[in-house]
């Protein structure tokens, strides 16, 4: 391969195997006036893949609310900022890691997590918490298992290393994930409002730092392949997957955040997809300069490697820094005590070129304005997604055997215990966490280190309602984080997403692209919830087959006293259960159709936003008024999940009742939207209701917590330990090979 | 009282260490670098902490046996010092011999964290005097290689000597014997899997491990 000015051999097989289109070509060719080599065309490739340039996303994005009062940074930085009160920070970002993940399980979940981590520590910020959002195929589909075993395995591996508490997530199965699965990953970490890092490299004749492992030929042209369709082929693309060095990871963290306590660093920016690329294009074109780097200097793992080959690679646990002239010899020594590879490689410069010079000439010299600024920006046609009908409780055969109803329901595959997934998660280290997967509560929650607050953290998308109602998904979606949080005493501040769906150039595909964005917009701004940082992941179909659209959201809220927490557990003997918000018994898109008639028709249920707002500032205001002793929201599986969600983990059962005219199953196994199931003392009753229906907030008593059954008095009546055993063994049975039908 | 942690490059449960010593003793821990050769006279108490060392690729604590700081560590552990090595710690005290037998990987090959139920095998020692030999308690344990090995002669030896000091009530990991964590002869150096660090605090992970530090601070 000649690496040279001269232009190599750039056919147009050449430019279609780096995934750029014949018009963008022309547009490659009309900024340089010359036609690229292949050095340079690789740049351009990556920088203008869908991964790194959201040329099919950008301008739908752009919609989102993205400030308030409590954020210091939106989107468009490595991460989001917001403030936490007392010159504290949350600096906290969710990115998928699909396409490795599904070629690689353990490495390329592994991966997924190292890197966001390293975009929550690259802005000064020491990561408290990791969470994930899991797609799976069909659980007896012949990939799922080996596909789950490597990705837990992943996730844990890297995270348990590092020493970061893995405290939350979800986890679905769906045939629509058979062929494309979704691993999300989200790091939340915790720096001083005053000492935020950034990417900008400001000033011209800077030193350029690399510091990290070595680079190696590992992961080159992984931002195009996420950028891509999977076929039959795939796992040919094996090579392209990154392979991850937690260990690594812990020194680079320990050391960046030891040297950003100096004024030494001036920009800082991980090398994530599109390595050295996009590292020092982002960089140079925040900071408005030109960069120079001398590809000699660049610490290889191999020898041999080409200049394309170096600005290409993915390898993992690498950072790009500018450094305060003068500054040198300090930053030099802490990444040497730390024992990392450090070089100088390169300066900032007023050209506003990327210049690499390799082996004594000069490889590439473009301008670095059209690989960041005039990247495509497609308004790519979308059509919207049909509205379905709408099912009534009338249209659906009541079940003639309601503890079976109950019994499949709680053992659909999305509602198990995932118990055999979190006890492979270091949940305790850091030794702040106040709750986690392990209470199956609606957020988990996290101590600021030393402090009397804390923050509670969660992810969500219900999948099938995206795909049924792609706007009322998008909606639910934020609904359903901004609930969790709610549920814990907290008040939601900001989220992340990670938006995965299938080919944006198919219109049915951006339309619900666009109305998952336009719904989860509309939520954000009935609860002034901002989106503050996120990912989108295309491409994510194999032979034209796409995922169903899943737009998760990472939520983030601030608790402001510890000694006003509620969670789901703390229910006593003989409290009430009060169930708040209304109640019209929608099955439509339903767990319960799904699980008792394999149906997985109807509109979802729709979100009444500003009831929503209603009812949870309600259930916050009760558990600050310390009225209530266990608070779960209520979503999959109505109130009959809820109730058996909160028995688990309180050990006691309950008897529920129906004071409405709705039939059981509408009634206990609807999942109408803003509601809430909370347990309280009887001298809380009458002051819960009063007030209620002083704000229009709907509250009707619906139980009594207590015994060792789960009963209801016009539908089922199961013992607790005996369901329990039933939702805990569903998948370390499952885990285990042997398949047992309910 | 002075105490002491040993930090490893990617030791990740320095801290909290050091948060549970502070509290215990009202003052800071010294935090020792792994490359430092020598650990100071004035400590009492040292804490190999949990955590991956190096990374622990090869075995999990072997190259961490080999540091500096080890070399001086069983030095003053042979002249009395009390040590005390947690998770990673236990198996860095194994792998430099100075604890019997080895941690293999978890018999289930994967990765556990979950509260762990302990029964006290020996509540005479230094480190649990302070415990009730009838009372059960819950800490968690976090690892992937907790399955402590030893061969018969040195089992039985570890309890006829009543070296044996925790045992798990629900085994985790395989451990022969149950054993979760043991004391050497002389029964100043203690290493177990699960993780009183982690167990010092009511809001997190309960106060069953509080016990461990009183035991020993009172024996000082």
């Known amino acids: 391969m000649a690496d040279t000015l001269k232009s190599d051999d750039i056919t147009p097989d050449v430019v279609a195997e780096h995934g750029i289109s014949p018009d963008e070509y022309k547009i490659i060719l009309d900024r340089l006036g010359r036609a690229p080599n292949l050095t340079e065309l690789g740049i351009f490739s990556v920088m203008w893949s869908e991964h790194c340039s959201y040329k099919s996303s950008r301008r739908h994005l752009g919609k989102f609310l993205t400030s308030s009062k409590r954020v210091i940074q939106g989107p468009g930085e490595n991460a989001g900022v917001i403030d936490i009160d007392d010159g504290d920070a949350i600096i906290f970002k969710m990115e998928s890691h699909n396409h490795p993940s599904y070629i690689e399980p353990y490495q390329g979940a592994a991966t997924g997590v190292g890197g966001i981590m390293r975009d929550v520590f690259t802005m000064g910020a020491r990561p408290i918490a990791l969470l994930n959002a899991l797609r799976f195929g069909e659980p007896d589909h012949p990939k799922t298992k080996s596909l789950v075993d490597g990705v837990i395995a992943g996730i844990g591996g890297y995270g348990n290393c590092v020493g970061v508490p893995t405290v939350g997530g979800e986890t679905n199965f769906h045939a629509g994930y058979n062929g494309n699965i979704l691993v999300n990953a989200m790091c939340v970490g915790l720096a001083r409002a005053d000492n935020v890092f950034y990417s900008a490299a400001k000033g011209v004749g800077n030193p350029i730092f690399y510091v990290g492992s070595k680079t190696g030929r590992d992961g080159i042209h992984g931002a195009t392949m996420a950028s891509a369709e999977f076929d039959d082929d795939s796992e040919e693309k094996r090579p392209t997957v990154q392979v991850g060095d937690p260990f690594t990871e812990k020194l680079l963290i320990e050391a960046c955040l030891e040297l950003m306590a100096t004024d030494a660093i001036i920009a800082i920016q991980d090398m994530g997809a599109a390595g050295l690329t996009s590292s020092s294009i982002e960089m140079a074109d925040k900071g408005g300069v030109g960069v120079e780097l001398d590809l000699d200097k660049v610490p290889q793992r191999e020898v041999g490697m080409t200049a394309y080959e170096m600005m290409l690679s993915e390898s993992q646990e690498r950072m790009l820094m500018v450094i305060q002239p003068g500054k040198e010899p300090l930053a030099f020594k802490v990444f040497e005590k730390w024992g990392l590879d450090v070089a100088e490689i390169g300066t900032t410069t007023e050209t506003g070129r990327l210049v690499l010079n390799h082996g004594g000439t000069t490889v590439c010299d473009i ?91 969660t992810t969500d998308c219900t999948p099938r309602y995206c795909y049924a109602d792609p706007y009322e998904g998008g909606k639910q979606a934020v609904a359903e984080s901004w609930r969790n949080l709610t549920a814990v005493g907290a008040d939601p501040v900001a989220i992340t997403d990670c938006l995965n769906f299938g080919n944006p150039e198919r219109p049915e595909i951006m339309g619900q692209f666009v109305g998952c964005i336009d719904g989860m917009n509309e939520a954000c701004r009935a609860f002034d919830y901002p989106v503050v940082s996120g990912n989108v992941s295309l491409y994510n179909e194999t032979n034209g087959v796409a995922i169903p659209p899943t737009p998760a959201v990472g939520g983030v809220g601030l608790i402001p006293d510890l000694s006003l927490i509620k969670t789901l557990k703390g229910a006593k003997d003989g409290d009430t259960l009060i169930l708040i918000g209304d109640t019209e018994g929608w099955l439509g898109s339903s767990i319960y159709l799904r699980a008792l008639m394999q149906r997985e028709d109807g509109a979802p249920p729709p979100v009444d936003l500003a009831a929503e707002k209603r009812n949870g500032d309600y259930v916050r205001k009760l558990i600050r008024n310390r009225r209530v002793s266990a608070v779960h929201d209520l979503s999959d599986g109505g109130l009959a999940a809820a109730a058996c969600e909160m028995a688990f983990t309180s050990v006691m059962g309950a008897t529920l009742t129906n004071p409405t005219d709705l039939p059981a199953h509408a009634w206990y196994f609807g999942e109408d939207q803003g509601r809430y199931l909370i347990a309280t003392d009887k001298n809380s009753i009458n002051p819960i209701l ?9 509250a009707q008593i619906v139980g009594t917590v207590g015994g060792d059954r789960i009963a209801a008095q016009d539908g089922f009546d199961v013992s607790l330990n005996g369901l329990r055993e039933r939702w805990e063994s569903w998948m370390p049975t499952l885990m285990s090979g042997a398949t047992e039908t309910v | ?81 009390t040590v005390l ?90 451990s022969r014997n149950d054993i979760a964590g043991i004391v050497n002869q002389a029964g100043n150096v203690l290493g177990m899997m699960p993780h009183p660090e982690r167990a010092v605090d009511a809001l997190h992970g309960g106060t069953d491990g509080n016990n461990l530090f009183k035991s020993i601070l009172g024996s000082m």
């Open chain 2, 1 to 81: 009282m002075q105490t002491a942690v040993i930090v490893f490059p990617a030791s990740n449960c320095d801290r909290d260490a050091a948060v549970a010593l502070e509290a215990h003793t009202g003052k800071a821990p010294h935090m020792i670098w792994h490359k430092d050769t020598s650990i100071p006279d004035d400590v009492r108490l040292v804490i190999v902490p949990g955590g991956f060392s190096y990374g622990d690729y090869l075995r999990s604590g072997a190259i961490a046996s080999q540091s500096p700081v080890i070399k001086d560590l069983k030095q003053k552990a042979e002249a009395g010092l």
């Open chain 1, 367 to 457: 301008p670095i304005a059209p690989l960041a600024d005039d990247a495509p920006n497609y308004d790519r046609p979308h059509t919207p997604t049909e509205p379905r009908a709408v099912i009534q409780p009338s249209d659906i055969v009541e079940t003639e055997d309601y503890n079976d109803a109950l019994l499949r329901v709680m053992t659909d595959p999305d509602m198990t215990s995932k118990r055999w997934i979190w006890e492979q998660y270091d949940r305790h280290v850091m030794a702040d966490t106040m709750d986690s997967s392990q209470s199956g509560g609606d957020a988990a929650i996290i101590r600021i280190h030393g402090t009397n607050k804390a923050i509670a953290v």
């Open chain 1, 690 to 698: 009063t007030t209620a229906d002083g704000l229009g907030v709907k």
């Open chain 2, 85 to 174: 090595g947690i998770c990673n710690g236990f198996q860095v005290l194994t792998e430099a011999g100075m604890l019997p037998g080895a941690l293999m990987r978890n018999a289930g090959q994967k990765f556990v964290c979950k509260v762990s139920r302990l029964r006290l095998a020996n509540a005479q020692t230094r480190f649990t005097k302070l415990y009730d030999a009838k009372d059960d308690i819950d800490i968690p344990v976090a690892h992937h290689d907790g399955n402590y090995f030893a061969d018969d002669d040195t089992l039985r030896r570890l309890e006829g000597n009543g070296q044996v000091v925790f045992r798990y009530v629900d085994n985790p990991n395989g």
